[in-house]
């Protein structure tokens, strides 16, 4: 069996119920998690639902009909 390289956890990670032993029980490079944001499993924040996830698309309906 491979076995996956852990990275360390990240400054922003310390709180976090998944920190085990200095490392992420869920991701293998919590530093990838943080660089999008706020980490998808972290207990001790609050994921913000961020308003371009739901912001309506204008469409461009540029197609002409027959
Ligand atoms: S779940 Fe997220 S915040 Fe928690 S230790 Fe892992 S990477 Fe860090």
Do not use: F, L, Y
């Not at 956890?9 to 998944?18: F, T, W």
Request: glycine share 6%; charged share 30%.
């Amino acid at each position: 069996m491979e076995q996956m390289e852990w990275k360390p956890i990240v400054e922003k990670c310390s709180g976090c119920g998944n920190v085990i032993e200095e490392r992420c029980r869920i991701w293998t490079t919590p530093a990838a998690k943080w660089r999008m944001g706020i980490c998808p499993s972290a207990t001790h924040m609050k994921v913000e639902v961020k308003s371009t996830e739901t912001k309506v698309r204008v469409g461009q309906q540029k197609q002409k009909k027959k």
